[in-house]
């Protein structure tokens, strides 16, 4: 194993102090890109799905490089509604805007000497992209209402789960900006293509569960194991994450098998584990993929409906005297409703499910954090 001269340890104790968990060849080959790029200035872009552990990877880069005392600010820039993302990123003067009643500093400001870590990159608004570019360019930015540029050290490191270059030609997204960001691009692989990496993220998410919380671990099969290593994780490293606690808190004390992983897993359709092609994100606009969803569930719960109906008339009304008699053909005239009743409804449920979490209901939409707060204003929710 090499040694990581630069910070006087071996590959597994730079993973294991940074959080950095797997022993996969796709996980070796990336922690040796980090040891090479984190102790320079170099601008990094760090590409993956949704929960591969991008921020991990970040603060691995920032806390193994000559930065590392100093503070690495984490900014998500799909969650800061565009009317004042320049005035978060940048600061303001004095009554630069209404509700401006004192100069603020910006998070670039904040970061001066350390790392900003710009999360969610392809949801910067055009307009700011210009203003990032002259940061990474020369260190200079301007505040909100002045003209007086301020001058900043700052090493920037990306992330997003889109394809930059589709959003290149698509239009929103810079060119020059994405050439200069991606100086070094860093990809995490998703979960399913490192499946050999699950026991050793199960063990420690359990152990940590188990600690932190005084909860009995009394261990896993090798079968329900295998489960876990053949599901396919949508949801990455932070879905595994989120099913050892559930499944830690309610069966605390036993020692899980196949039955108990099955319940976690969401299991209940067969399409779920069946191998697939998955479009990349930016083949889809979040529109699309709202509307899909909807329409999926509006046909469900139809479906749903007309079992319990039973019986319908050649015209598709309910016969409210005829006996209930089963029928492999039922005549269903569907409820019309519009895409954006549809759409209104479906983001209503998510914000219900996740007791008003705007952060977990866009992440189940597949949508924005931006996204969603323009939506619950446009349906007043």
């Known amino acids: 194993m090499q040694d990581f001269k630069e910070f006087g340890m071996d590959r597994k104790e ?8 797997g022993d996969s060849l796709e996980i070796q080959e990336l922690v040796q890109v980090v040891e090479h790029v984190a102790p320079t200035d170099i601008t990094v872009l760090i590409t993956g799905e949704s929960g591969v552990g991008k921020e991990v990877i970040a603060q691995a880069i920032h806390g193994a490089s000559r930065r590392a005392k100093k503070t690495m600010v984490t900014v998500n820039c799909g969650a800061i509604p565009e009317g004042i993302i320049e005035s978060e990123l940048f600061g303001h003067e004095k009554g630069s805007f209404t509700g401006a009643a004192g100069e603020r500093k910006g998070y670039f400001e904040l970061a001066d000497g350390g790392t900003i870590f710009l999360d969610e990159i392809g949801e910067l608004p055009l307009g700011t992209q210009v203003k990032l570019l002259r940061i990474l360019e020369n260190g200079e930015f301007l505040r909100v209402g002045s003209s007086v540029a301020r001058k900043v050290d700052v090493r920037v490191i990306a992330a997003t789960n889109k394809d930059l270059e589709q959003e290149v030609r698509n239009g929103n997204f810079r060119q020059d900006l994405f050439y200069r ?14 499946r050999d990496d699950i026991p ?28 876990l290593k053949g599901y396919y994780w949508h949801g990455n490293v932070r879905e595994l994450r989120n099913v050892v606690e559930s499944m830690l808190v309610l069966e605390r004390g036993k020692k899980l098998d196949v039955d108990d992983i099955r319940k976690y897993l969401r299991l209940d359709s067969a399409e779920r584990n069946l191998p697939m092609l998955i479009a990349k994100p930016s083949e889809y606009d979040e529109k699309h993929l709202i509307y899909r969803a909807l329409i999926d569930m509006k046909n469900d719960i139809l479906e749903l409906k007309n079992l319990l109906k039973g019986v319908f008339t050649g015209n598709g009304t309910v016969g409210e005297h005829e006996p209930f008699q089963s029928s492999t053909t039922v005549n269903v005239v569907p409820e019309t409703v519009s895409l954006e009743e549809m759409e209104r409804r479906m983001i209503e449920t998510s914000l219900k499910k996740y007791h ?12 924005s954090e931006r996204t969603l707060y323009r939506k619950i204003k446009e349906f007043n929710l």
């Open 356 to 367: 008003g979490n705007r952060r977990l209901a866009a992440n189940e939409l597949k949508i």
């Open 14 to 21: 730079f993973q294991k102090q940074f959080g950095i968990i």
């Open 200 to 227: 050793l993220l199960f063990e420690k998410f359990a152990k940590e569960l188990s600690e932190k919380n005084g909860i009995v671990y009394a261990g896993i099969t090798r079968d329900a194991l295998d489960l």
């Open 181 to 194: 960001l991606r100086s070094v691009n860093i990809r995490i692989p998703p979960l399913r293509e490192r």
